[in-house]
């Protein structure tokens, strides 16, 4: 069992910063693959990051070379660097843990899942 807690969501100004974190819970973190998701308002939950214990780390095209996914195994945190923010990158984020080492694009791979931080990303 893993719980899922997401901080750092904000509002903040087009060409901005902001840093995910998303504390876990539960002796077995490092042996999770760790993922990202965001949804925006009508839109389905879009895969956004994702880290394997091996370190191997996976992004969707819209944010490679803007967003960086990072995890801390000794104190069991994930994060999200989110820089040069854009409007589109407006949505509700959340974080995500996979006990399988495929699929770390695919929603349903996952099987824990944290309640969610807003981010706004104003023009």
């Known amino acids: 069992q893993v719980q899922l807690v997401e901080s750092g969501g904000g509002l903040v100004q087009a060409g901005g910063s902001l840093r995910l974190s998303c504390a876990a819970s539960?002796?077995?973190?490092?042996?999770?693959?760790m993922g990202w998701f965001r949804q925006a308002p009508g839109k389905e939950r879009e895969f956004v990051a994702a880290?394997?214990?091996?370190?191997?780390?996976y992004y969707v095209e819209s944010v490679k070379g803007r967003f960086t996914i990072s995890r801390d195994n000794a104190n069991n945190i994930l994060y999200l660097q989110m820089n040069y923010l854009k409007s589109e990158d407006t949505a509700v984020y959340y974080c995500?843990?996979?006990?399988?080492?495929?699929?770390?694009?695919?929603?349903?791979?996952?099987?824990?899942w944290g309640q969610g931080t807003q981010v706004t990303v104003s023009s």
């Open positions: 880290v394997k214990n091996s370190g191997s780390t």
């Open positions: 995500a843990a996979s006990s399988l080492l495929t699929g770390v694009t695919v929603r349903g791979q996952y099987n824990y």
């Open positions: 539960g002796r077995t973190f490092s042996s999770y693959t």
